[in-house]
């Protein structure tokens, strides 16, 4: 059953998209993007969440929740704007701290490799941590000493640069052992088939009002499934694993 927003208790500080903190009935917080987030960015992070789930990421767990009119009828006019009535995409909240450089080391190196395929496959640039800075939209689980992985809104970029995700990838330092292997690569390219043979159900499982971008839906959403599709299935070309 889709999770009902019963509460929003405020909006998160950090992030481009300011996601709103909400809970929902299941008792649980959610980080919610509504409308300000775009329904592409919607469509984006919830195809990008399904094929984590299925390549076995450490990825916060994520639903389609509800927003009723009613709750946004004693909200803030930016409330109702940026978040919007309706389904919208919430990421569960847990006890965690946005990753830094010190925790590099205690994430396993597969862990490392797994995230930066996953980020090379979607072409999400959207993950950076150097000496100097960045913002590498990952999570530390304090409780249970694990990373976390959240934010996809920016996958599928048309302007993704390999040379500029390489050089400022967080986990770019495991470049070499990913892209020089070839038996690794194979596997990938097996477990990314794997998740691809859901393709079709994961289209269906997305809410109809996001290939929309105004409530009366007379304007459609700018973002081609079949060019996306066409992406992910590079894996099947040597081309793929190419530093360039």
Same mark, same amino acid.
């Given at each position: @059953?889709?999770?009902?927003?019963?509460?929003?208790?405020?909006?998160?500080?950090?992030?481009?998209?300011?996601?709103?903190?909400?809970?929902? +009935? =299941?008792?649980?917080?959610?980080?919610? $993007?509504?409308?300000?987030?775009?329904?592409?960015?919607?469509?984006?992070?919830?195809?990008?969440?399904?094929?984590? @789930?299925?390549?076995? %990421?450490? &990825?916060?767990?994520?639903?389609?929740?509800?927003?009723?009119?009613?709750? %946004?009828?004693?909200? /803030? +006019?930016?409330?109702?704007? #940026? *978040?919007? #009535?309706?389904?919208?995409?919430? /990421?569960? $909240?847990?006890?965690?701290?946005?990753?830094?450089?010190?925790?590099? +080391?205690?994430?396993?190196?597969?862990?490392?490799?797994?995230? *930066?395929?996953?980020?090379?496959?979607?072409?999400?640039?959207?993950? !950076?941590?150097? $000496?100097?800075?960045?913002?590498? !939209?990952?999570?530390?689980?304090? #409780?249970?000493?694990?990373?976390?992985? &959240? +934010?996809?809104?920016?996958?599928?970029?048309?302007?993704?640069?390999?040379?500029?995700?390489?050089?400022?990838?967080?986990?770019? =330092?495991?470049?070499?052992? *990913?892209?020089?292997?070839?038996?690794?690569?194979?596997?990938?390219?097996?477990?990314?088939?794997?998740?691809?043979?859901?393709?079709?159900?994961?289209?269906?499982?997305?809410?109809?009002?996001?290939?929309?971008?105004?409530? #009366?839906?007379?304007?459609?959403?700018?973002?081609?499934?079949?060019?996306?599709?066409?992406? %992910?299935?590079?894996?099947?070309?040597? /081309?793929?694993?190419?530093?360039?």
């Amino acid at each position: @059953m889709t999770v009902q927003i019963v509460e929003i208790m405020g909006r998160a500080t950090q992030g481009m998209t300011r996601p709103f903190i909400c809970r929902g +009935d =299941d008792g649980h917080i959610y980080f919610v $993007k509504g409308r300000g987030g775009t329904r592409r960015g919607q469509i984006c992070e919830w195809i990008s969440g399904q094929l984590a @789930m299925r390549l076995g %990421l450490p &990825i916060a767990p994520f639903e389609i929740v509800e927003v009723s009119d009613t709750l %946004l009828s004693i909200a /803030s +006019d930016e409330t109702r704007n #940026e *978040l919007g #009535e309706g389904a919208a995409f919430g /990421s569960r $909240k847990s006890t965690v701290v946005e990753l830094s450089r010190s925790h590099i +080391d205690h994430v396993p190196d597969y862990v490392q490799r797994d995230v *930066l395929a996953f980020d090379w496959w979607i072409r999400n640039a959207d993950r !950076n941590l150097t $000496k100097f800075g960045g913002n590498p !939209n990952l999570f530390w689980d304090v #409780e249970a000493q694990a990373l976390v992985v &959240i +934010d996809h809104n920016q996958a599928f970029d048309p302007s993704f640069s390999p040379t500029q995700f390489l050089d400022f990838h967080v986990f770019s =330092d495991q470049r070499h052992a *990913l892209f020089d292997d070839w038996v690794l690569r194979q596997e990938y390219n097996n477990r990314l088939a794997a998740a691809m043979a859901d393709w079709s159900a994961i289209c269906h499982t997305l809410p109809p009002a996001w290939w929309f971008i105004d409530p #009366e839906e007379t304007i459609a959403t700018e973002f081609d499934l079949n060019q996306v599709h066409s992406q %992910l299935m590079q894996f099947q070309n040597e /081309s793929f694993w190419r530093q360039t």
